[in-house]
Every structure is written in structure tokens, then in C-alpha cells.
């Protein structure tokens, strides 16, 4: 595969196992806090082993002290890798059974992290939302695209994409939109008979051209790295889904043994759990791979929780409706395929009132034009849906399946293999961003259950969602109260506000140029003290941003 990007963000540090000390010691590696400390080493495997199977670690000791796996990379090549959480100086030490491994020692500097690096992102302090490492709120704005990795079919050729693989084809389209997180299938997928073979497959072949499951292919994982790294340098989270039903027996890594399954985490959380921009999705639609039993997914979760010192966040996804038991505390946040939820106001609510944790709709249908019923949303639809979501305190994601007469069903599909996006929602996900930047607070409803139209996003600060109704004027009311986790100052009578239009569709923002005055109307809402209101355009989607004022 060709290099989608350079590998800036990580220090390279080759360690020969048989070098002599130098009478100088070179000045030591300089890694960003959050970025990727790399250490190779050389040591041939002995005969009759499997290199998969050999224990390597590395202690590394700095501000803390953390114990990481290290990992078997082809050839004689073995590799460290580690993600520092703190500046300063740290050095390491390995161990392991391989004598060429065993006692090997370096040191490098933590230094500052650059200013697009916040670190991974995690559960905030609320247990509700998102946030970096360094504290900076972080919105799942995600789309879906499953075999864009593995993809090998080049894109429609023209002037501004020859020669770009569908890889970096996909990372162009990402990088023109805010999209802030992808979910990416880390197996291939099987579309029809007709759909290409990936240039690598992840496990090695015995002799008889059966499945190895005792070993894994690096090379696979070369490539899933490098799309990984592409994102990261868009700022966007890699929500990889370790297992997926979609093999249709093509290869049967669907019906693999479960041991082979924890050989698989292990060694993806040995290579990738140093990616700050990685999230671990068990599978998508786990109970449609009915080859596994239950007893798969808790030792696939205990496997890539243990093999990831970082705690990522990981989640597992289902068939439509059927919810997992999230409140198991394994998983950090809900991954949910159920578009019910979204489609009204109030119902998104109640799911995070149950979990009381993260709560992602990661699949609520698609925009698209296919003759199914999950695949032929409009634009206004999804975009319609996904701020159902977040009116409610969650979140939603999006992708596109147009097909535009293909019988192949993927060629021209950014859901099945990226590439371009054909659509109209994507090209508002910008402007959906810096509404939600600009916010000093999460959204949560304001007074849930009695009003599922109003959310606070801090003192003072309400967004109203209007959705598909079309209004001549908008009454100023809003709740006295102003939420319950956490809870933010009370509107107080003579409390001054101004409203913004924003036309969520047409990408505007419009301040209403009156002020308004609080006055209550009884103990649970505010009205204007003069009954005053504001003149809406008459039009489907529009959002209404209303700021205190002095």
C-alpha cells in the first residue's frame, strides 16, 4: 500500500541488540505528551517457536510506572510501543523469554504536546459526555464507513483524485467535513461474490491453505495502522470494530475459535493501544454472528480491556433494539443501533436516563437511495435525527449508501467502502461542529420529561430545537429550571436574553434583535415580561440559541 502520511507523530528508536555503549550517550528521543514513543529490536525467532506466543514487555518508569506489551513485527523485527501520560524524562526496561529481548534499557523526554494534541478521548467528569485527556469537551460527531481500510477498488478517476487509493481518497473526503469520529471494520467485509479480495488478510495460512489461528499477519496490520495515523492527523477518533457477522462464510473469520479471538486482541492492543485516536468496538451487531457464544464477547472484552494499559473506551454493538447490558462496567458508553429513539422528541432521553453513561446512536438508518428500508434516509432526515440525539443529551452517527443504479451495491457507497461522499448531510457536519464548540457546555434537556424541546449548555445558555415544525413566531418560554446533572444557576426574574436563528439546514446563524426580559409565568417557566416573541422564517429545522445577557 502506498504511505498515506509521514509517520512525524512517532519516535523512531532502532535498538541492535548486540552494539557496544558509546563513550557519549546521544541526547534522548523527544516524544509529545499523548504521542508515540516506538522502540525496535532485532531477534531471530528459534526454530519451532511461534513467535505470537513469546512473553515481551516493557516497564517504562517516569512520573508512573507502566507495564506494556510488546509485539512480534515479521522477519527478526520486534517492537515496543508506549504512549506517555506524563512529561518529564522516562526510561525502560524489557523482559522476556527471548535471551535477544530480555534486559534491553533506553530512555527518551516527554515534552509539551502540540496544540491539535489533546490526548485520548474519554468519560467526562459528568459520566454523561466526552472529553479529551486535557480536559477539552469532545462531540462524537461519527460516520460509518465499514471496509474502507481494506477496500482495494481505486475511486472514479479524475483530475483531482488520480492515483490516490481508495484510502486516502476517503481520508480527502473526511478531512472537507467535521466529522470527529469513524466506525471502521478492523476485518474485511464480504459485499457480494463480485467484491475484490483485500491485498493482505490478517492470519498466515498452513500449508494446506487453511486459517492459521495461531498467526497473525503483520503486514495487515501495517495498513490498518497507517489509515489510523491518517485519521489521527484529521483529528478524527478511530472507532474500530474488532469482530463483525458479515463474512457470509467467504472466510470464515466470523466462526473463529475463541482463543483465536483473544490472540487477535491481544496483539491489536500490543500495536494500537498506543494510538491516542483509537476506540475499541467489539463488533457490530454481535448477536447476528451466531457462530459465537456469549462466552466469546466477555473473553474478546476482558482480552482488549487487559491488552490496553490506556483504557480506551470500548463498547459493543447489537441488532436493532436489542440492547447489551451497558451498565456492565467493562464498557464506557453505549453503542446502539435503534433509530426509534431519534425519531421523536423526549425518547433519546430516556435510554441515557437508564444507562446513565455515554450515550452514542450509532446507527439510526442511513441517507442513501437503496431499495431497503435502512438505506434510504434524505440528508434533511439524518441531519433531523442526529439533532434529535443531541437536543437530548446523546449523540448520533451518520453515513450514506447511495448506489445511483449499481447492481454491485459498493462501488460508489462511502458506508461499504468510503471514497467520495455523494450526499447532502455531510456537507453540513462543519457548520454542526462549531455550533457545538462554541458551546461551553454540553447539551442535556433542561426539565426532562416536561420539556423535551429545550436543552442547558451552562449558565444562561439554552438551545431550543424546533425539528420539523414550521412556526410563524417562537413564544420566548423557557424553563425555570436549568437541569439536574449538573445543575446550573436558575433563571432569576429580570434576567436578560438574546436569541440566534440558526438554520441548521441552510447553515445560518441570525440574531433576533430584540432583548428579552424574565418574568415567570408560575413556578416551572419563564416568559418575557413584555409577552414578547420571535419571528421564525417559516421554515423545517431550525435551532434556537438563547444567551443571558448583561
Avoid at 329 to 341: E, M
Wanted: some cysteine; aromatic content about 14%.
Amino acid at each position: 500500500m502506498k504511505s498515506l502520511f509521514s509517520l512525524s507523530l512517532i519516535a523512531l528508536l532502532a535498538v541492535p541488540v548486540c552494539a557496544k555503549p558509546k563513550s557519549k550517550a546521544p541526547a534522548p528521543v523527544q516524544v509529545e505528551r499523548w504521542g508515540m514513543y516506538e522502540v525496535a529490536f532485532t531477534a531471530p525467532v528459534p526454530v519451532g517457536t511461534n513467535p505470537f506466543e513469546v512473553p515481551f514487555t516493557a516497564t517504562f518508569y517516569g512520573a508512573d510506572t507502566l507495564t506494556v506489551a510488546g509485539f512480534y513485527d515479521g522477519g527478526d523485527t520486534w517492537r515496543v510501543r508506549f504512549m506517555p501520560q506524563q512529561e518529564g524524562t522516562w526510561r525502560y526496561e524489557t523482559a522476556s523469554a527471548l535471551s535477544p529481548l530480555d534486559q534491553q534499557q533506553g530512555n527518551f523526554q516527554c515534552i509539551a504536546p502540540s496544540a491539535d494534541n489533546h490526548g485520548p478521548v474519554q468519560v467526562d467528569t459528568t459520566g454523561l459526555n466526552f472529553c479529551y485527556a486535557d480536559g477539552k469537551q469532545y462531540y462524537p460527531i461519527g460516520t460509518t464507513s465499514y471496509d474502507w481500510m481494506h477496500a482495494s477498488s481505486a475511486p472514479e478517476v479524475t483530475s483531482a483524485d488520480a492515483g490516490l487509493t481508495m484510502q486516502q481518497q476517503t481520508l480527502r473526503s473526511l478531512s472537507e467535513t467535521g466529522f470527529t469520529k469513524i466506525r471502521s471494520l478492523l476485518l474485511p467485509q464480504n459485499f457480494n461474490p463480485n467484491y475484490p479480495e483485500p491485498e493482505q488478510y490478517p492470519f498466515e495460512r498452513t500449508a494446506d491453505g487453511k486459517w492459521d489461528w495461531t498467526r497473525l499477519n503483520p503486514r495487515y496490520f501495517d495498513h490498518v495502522e497507517e489509515c489510523t495515523r491518517g485519521l489521527m492527523q484529521l483529528g478524527i477518533e478511530q472507532d474500530l470494530i474488532l469482530f463483525h457477522p458479515y463474512d457470509g462464510g467467504r472466510w470464515g473469520f466470523h466462526a473463529m475459535p475463541i482463543e483465536a479471538g483473544q490472540l487477535l486482541c491481544r496483539y491489536v492492543g500490543a500495536r494500537m493501544s498506543s494510538f491516542r485516536n483509537v476506540w475499541w468496538s467489539l463488533a457490530n451487531e454481535y448477536d447476528l454472528v451466531k457462530e459465537q457464544p456469549k462466552e466469546a464477547w466477555d473473553a474478546w472484552t476482558d482480552a482488549i480491556i487487559a491488552a490496553d494499559p490506556y483504557r480506551h473506551l470500548v463498547s459493543i454493538h447489537s441488532y436493532t433494539a436489542q440492547y447489551y447490558s451497558y451498565w456492565d462496567p467493562r464498557y464506557t458508553h453505549c453503542s446502539i443501533q435503534d433509530q426509534a429513539p431519534v425519531e421523536d422528541f423526549g425518547r433519546a432521553a430516556i435510554v441515557r436516563n437508564i444507562y446513565r453513561k455515554p450515550i452514542v446512536f450509532d446507527e439510526v438508518l442511513y441517507e442513501g437511495d437503496m431499495n431497503v428500508r435502512w438505506g434510504n434516509l434524505s440528508g434533511e432526515e439524518e441531519l433531523f435525527r442526529m439533532w434529535m440525539a443531541l437536543i437530548a443529551g446523546t449523540y448520533c452517527t451518520h453515513s450514506e449508501c447511495y448506489q445511483f443504479g449499481d447492481p454491485s451495491g459498493f462501488r460508489n457507497n462511502f458506508l461499504a467502502v468510503g471514497g467520495k461522499f455523494h450526499g447532502t448531510m455531510w456537507s453540513r457536519t462543519k457548520f454542526l461542529k462549531q455550533i457545538l464548540d462554541d458551546m461551553p457546555m454540553p447539551m442535556y434537556l433542561a426539565d426532562s420529561s416536561w420539556d423535551p424541546h429545550t436543552s442547558a449548555c451552562g449558565p444562561g445558555y439554552y438551545m431550543v430545537y424546533l425539528g420539523k415544525e414550521v412556526m410563524e413566531q417562537w413564544r420566548f418560554d423557557l424553563p425555570l429550571r436549568n437541569g439536574r446533572t449538573p445543575a446550573y444557576p436558575r433563571i432569576q426574574e429580570g434576567d436578560r436574553f438574546k436569541v440566534e436563528i440558526i438554520d441548521t439546514w441552510g447553515m445560518t446563524i441570525t440574531e433576533y434583535p430584540t432583548v428579552f426580559e424574565a418574568k415567570k409565568q408560575d413556578g416551572y417557566r419563564m416568559i418575557d415580561a413584555q409577552n414578547r416573541a420571535v419571528r421564525l422564517p417559516e421554515r423545517p429545522y431550525l435551532l434556537l440559541r438563547i444567551k443571558q445577557v448583561k
